[in-house]
Structures are given as C-alpha cells and as structure tokens.
C-alpha cells in the first residue's frame, strides 16, 4: 500500500498565503500524476491542480495566477503553494495520486490522502 501524508493547511486572512505538502510513502517505483483537489461544505470535490512526471501541469481556471504546484520526484512529494486566498477557497483540500507503480505490482494505482482543511477567513 501507499500512504499519503498531507501538510500545511490552517487558518489564514484573506490575501494571506499557505502551502500544502502531500508526502507519498510505499514501495513505490513511480507515479504519473501528482494533484490536489477540494471539497467546500455541501459541494462537489474538484480539481485544484495537477502536476505529471514530465513536469507539466494542469490548474482549475479560478486558481490560475494564484496557486502553484510542484513536485519533488526524489521525495514522492507535490507541493501547492497558494497566494491570495480567497474566502471561496476555504475547502478540505486533499491529495491525490494517479498512475501509482509500486515495486512488484503490474498495474497502475490510485490513491487518497486524508484531507487538510484551508480555512480563509474574510
């Protein structure tokens, strides 16, 4: 199994800054993509940003400019770096991962963390 260990959420003013960390650890040989995704109360979980082994990245439109995502391929560990929150980004903010190899396992996985909840306060 694969576990994903997330960081960084809290409480911040609006205008104010986070960054999230999501540490992937496991037998793990390799993973396509590395995302992030929320849920507010009463919605739906969508899509923040995704990033994939080559580099290349993908953001929700209502981020773009203000969110960033990156990656550390060694650490198995993305990282969301977030900048002028808005009160309409207070959501539980989880990590995902897709196209998870581990070592000695013939097909992709995908897997979950536990959620960190980003509070912005207006």
């Known amino acids: 199994q694969v576990r994903l260990v997330e960081s960084g959420g809290g409480l911040v003013q609006a205008g104010g800054s986070l960054r999230l960390s999501c540490a992937a650890s496991?037998?793990?040989?390799?993973?396509?993509?590395m995302g992030w995704y929320r849920q507010a109360p009463g919605k739906q979980r969508e899509l923040v940003a995704v990033i994939f082994s080559g580099g290349s990245t993908n953001y929700a439109d209502y981020v773009k400019g203000r969110f960033t995502i990156s990656r550390d391929n060694a650490k198995n560990t993305v990282y969301l770096q977030m900048n002028s929150l808005e009160a309409e980004d207070t959501a539980v903010y989880y990590c995902?991962?897709?196209?998870?190899?581990?070592?000695?396992?013939?097909?992709?996985?995908?897997?979950w963390g536990q959620g960190t909840q980003v509070t912005v306060s207006s």
């Open positions: 496991g037998s793990i040989f390799s993973i396509n993509a």
């Open positions: 995902n991962t897709k196209g998870v190899r581990r070592i000695g396992v013939y097909v992709s996985e995908e897997y």
